[in-house]
Each structure stands twice: as C-alpha cells, then as structure tokens.
C-alpha cells in the first residue's frame, strides 16, 4: 500500500474555515508558493525549491512511498 492508497481511504473533513483532504499531484502549485518562500522556510531544515519540477517530483515520491516505509 502506497501513501496515495493510504490517502484514498481517508475522509475529506471541512469546517467554515478549513478542509482537509487528500493530496494530489494538482496541489503543486500550492505547495510550491510555501517551498519555495525564505520566510516559511526559515523554521524547516530543508532547502526551498526553486523550480516547479522539484515540487512535482517530491509529491510524487511522497504518493509512491510505501506506507512500511514511514
């Protein structure tokens, strides 16, 4: 069972202000705007990203990992 497997089973949970739902390869953009900020980034360990490709080839391995990997 892949991460995306995983995700697949679970619920989408919405309230007024904020949903919760699986992740898919259609939120790079989004997650590309926060990886690729300084200012966001100054609390995580990793390097920002600086091309869109590095933001669609991270959520990939992140669907693809198998969940006994985590």
Do not use: C, K
Not at 5 to 15: G, K, N, S, V, Y
Not at 17 to 46: C, H, K, M, N
Request: hydrophobic content about 40%; cysteine-free; glycine content about 2%.
């Amino acid at each position: 069972m892949t991460n995306q497997d995983l995700f697949a089973l679970a619920p989408t949970l919405e309230t007024a202000r904020l949903r919760l739902r699986q992740i898919t390869l259609g939120d790079t953009d989004a997650i590309f705007a926060f990886q690729s900020d300084p200012e966001v980034l100054r609390y995580y360990r990793s390097e920002a990203f600086t091309r869109l490709e590095q933001t669609q080839e991270y959520l990939q391995r992140a669907l693809d990992t198998p969940t006994e990997a985590m």
